[in-house]
């Protein structure tokens, strides 16, 4: 049975229901009305009767016989009877079966529908003496009569009706049937022909709210069926993702990573649409955090901290951004179609995530993090983004610094000369510049507190490669030269140009060395060796150490400190603020100064803590004699 023949026969019982639920209750309420109504007559006339044969004018019996008869003649009543005080029947007045009037009722509906049989009886007094009583039979007949002749109304204007709303819904039914062909199963037909592409045919019944807003929802789903291709390609996409997850973080893996920069990189579209940044960050000693903590609380703070930056990527950037681990210590995520500003403000709050989540190592301190950001456009290589973020991290590495080392392409190209080509282009370079002499120093003047009195300058290692347009600093080649074991060459050609320079000019020398120098096996030697026979500029050189090796690595530091102060060369401790626990070593080292930076004099203001570490480092400085220089950068 069809849905139409269903809601006609349903509503059609519905209506028949109602009908002759009506009409019961119609027919009920009518014959209990003319049942009180029967009642009331027969007491108000057994009343009336009764108050008349009181009176003393009609107490004589043929007056009383003349009472009862008339009113017994009116038709209204079946038995009249007048019974004196004892009960013994002194007039009485019935109708025969053959005084009836002609019932209009059949017999079967007063069997159907009975009527009460209605009595009443009054008592006749004189004064205080009863004379009898007057008892009446009500006559239901007439009443019957009109129960039947409103029922026949009440069921011919229900069959009536009925049968008027069958002929409606019918009519309904067609009309609606061919409707819901014309503005329905036309266009739903018109969308599968077409499976989503193209127009629809128009809606010949849009004035019909209903229809109408059938025909919104196929327009909908005509949307929807145009929109199923890309929906499709999402779904592959997000099966891939969950197959190529980092088993311990559940984070994408190094291929996915790979597979969805590559795609990025060679999509067509807008310069917006096409260029986005990415952000590579690293876990600097998860090795050291392996050996201090247990492998399934190392795995699950792994975890932590992975989600932890996708829930700030999915508030902060899009809920669809993805992280993914590429190695044990590397992560990377990509910012698709975000501008520089918004994507240094994403990687700065990704990087206080990172060091809210640093693990303690002890003495060493808390584990470290290095950030590296740069952008990417299309039509570029994977090597050559890749190569950037790689080099960034060198820098960051390098510097110590726990801030996103950023370096977009653009400053690539003009910093860099066309050098960034991967580990083999460094090493040729660095090579080349290391066997032909290709450094030089870069003096800037000194103008910090602990440096007042002096004439003192600062010394940065720079690289200048023959036909090349500008020189490269060692902030950009020492991050490489670490990766490729040759700072300590680096760092060595740093201190024989420095010395060269004391020799020739007057004031003092400010040098850098990195900790991966330090480390270096036969640095310290070779160290030696160039400060050996030349005390009067080893006397005027400064050497600043990172306070970070002189908590992780105690031991190389005091052994490189003594060669230097065994030559007169005094020392310096820059980045106390970021590593305080040096101050327990600086009894030992007796550093010429300490540069404390900026972040930690603006603590102070908020942090007891900040308060306490510069008292406690100014009376241990004044103790051994050290001066202390807060940077206000």
């Known amino acids: 049975m069809s849905l139409l023949r269903q809601l006609l026969l349903s509503v059609t019982l519905a209506i028949l229901v109602i009908l002759v639920g009506a009409t019961v209750f119609s027919i009920g309420s009518a014959r209990q009305y003319l049942d009180t109504q029967l009642q009331a007559q027969s007491d108000s006339t057994a009343t009336s009767l009764a108050l008349t044969l009181s009176q003393p004018s009609n107490q004589d019996a043929t007056v009383r016989e003349l009472l009862v008869s008339v009113l017994f003649d009116s038709g209204q009543f079946r038995v009249v009877e007048f019974l004196d005080p004892t009960g013994r029947i002194l007039i009485r007045r019935e109708m025969g079966d053959g005084q009836q009037a002609q019932e209009d009722a059949p017999a079967w509906f007063s069997h159907l529908l009975p009527l009460q049989r209605h009595e009443a009886q009054r008592q006749v007094t004189n004064g205080w003496s009863q004379l009898g009583v007057v008892r009446l039979q009500a006559n239901d007949a007439y009443a019957r009569d009109a129960l039947w002749t409103s029922t026949v109304r009440i069921v011919s204007l229900t069959v009536v009706a009925g049968v008027l709303w069958g002929l409606f819904v019918m009519v309904l039914m067609r009309w609606l049937r061919r409707a819901l062909h014309d503005d329905v199963m036309a266009r739903v037909q018109a969308l599968a022909a077409r499976e989503g592409d193209g127009s629809l045919p128009p809606a010949r019944h849009v004035a019909i709210a209903e229809l109408r807003e059938v025909s919104q929802a196929i327009v909908r789903t005509h ?9 499709r390609e999402a779904q592959i996409e997000s099966l891939k993702l969950e197959l190529n997850q980092d088993p311990v973080t559940g984070l994408a893996n190094r291929k996915y990573f790979i597979n969805e920069l590559r795609r990025m990189l060679e999509q067509p579209g ?24 247990n492998r399934l609380v190392v795995d699950q703070w792994l975890r932590n901290v992975g989600q932890l930056v996708l829930e700030l990527l999915h508030v902060r950037v899009n809920p669809q951004a993805w992280v993914a681990r590429l190695n044990g210590s590397d992560f990377a995520f990509m910012l698709p179609m975000v501008p520089g500003p918004v994507a240094v403000r994403v990687a700065k709050a990704v990087a206080d995530v990172l060091q809210a989540q640093r693990i303690a190592l002890g003495q060493a301190g808390l584990c470290r993090w290095r950030m590296a950001l740069t952008d990417y456009a299309s039509g570029e290589s994977l090597s ?27 400053e690539a190209r ?12 460094w090493r040729d370079l660095l090579r080349g510049a290391l066997d032909e002499g290709w450094f030089s120093l870069s003096l800037q003047a000194d103008t910090s507190a602990v440096a007042e009195g002096h004439e003192r300058m600062q010394g940065t290692l720079m690289l200048q490669e023959p036909g090349a347009a500008e020189p490269l600093s060692g902030y950009l080649f020492m991050p490489p030269a670490v990766r490729l074991g040759v700072s300590g060459d680096c760092d060595a050609q740093a201190m024989g140009l420095g010395l060269n320079w004391l020799a020739t000019n007057p004031g003092e020398l400010i040098l850098k060395v990195s900790l991966a120098s330090i480390l270096h096996e036969g640095f310290a030697e070779n160290v030696q060796a160039r400060l050996a026979g030349r005390p009067e500029q080893a006397a005027r050189l400064l050497v600043e150490l990172d306070a970070y090796g002189l908590v992780s690595h105690r031991e190389p530091i005091m052994v490189f400190a003594r060669v230097l102060q065994a030559q007169q060369v005094r020392i310096g401790l820059r980045r106390f603020a970021e590593q305080p626990d040096a101050l327990l070593y600086l009894h030992e080292l007796k550093p010429d100064y ?5 972040a930690l004099i603006a603590a102070q203001a908020d942090s007891p803590g900040a308060r306490h570490l510069l008292t406690a480092l100014r009376e241990t400085a004044r103790e051994i004699g050290v001066k202390v220089d807060l940077e206000a950068r």
Not at 285 to 292: E, F, H, K, R, T
Not at 415 to 420: F, K, S, T
């Open 414 to 425: 003009i910093r860099v000369a066309g050098h960034v080509g991967g580990e083999q282009a």
């Open 223 to 231: 949307e929807q069926v145009r929109a199923t291709a890309a929906e």
């Open 270 to 293: 807008s310069a917006v649409e096409s260029s986005g940044h990415v952000m590579l960050f690293r876990q600097c000693d998860l090795g050291a955090v392996n050996q201090s903590q």
């Open 594 to 598: 300490v540069r404390v930076s900026g």
């Open 384 to 410: 050559q983004v890749m190569t950037r973020l790689d080099e960034a991290l060198m820098r960051a590495e390098s510097a110590g610094s726990d801030q996103v080392e950023y370096l977009p392409d653009q």
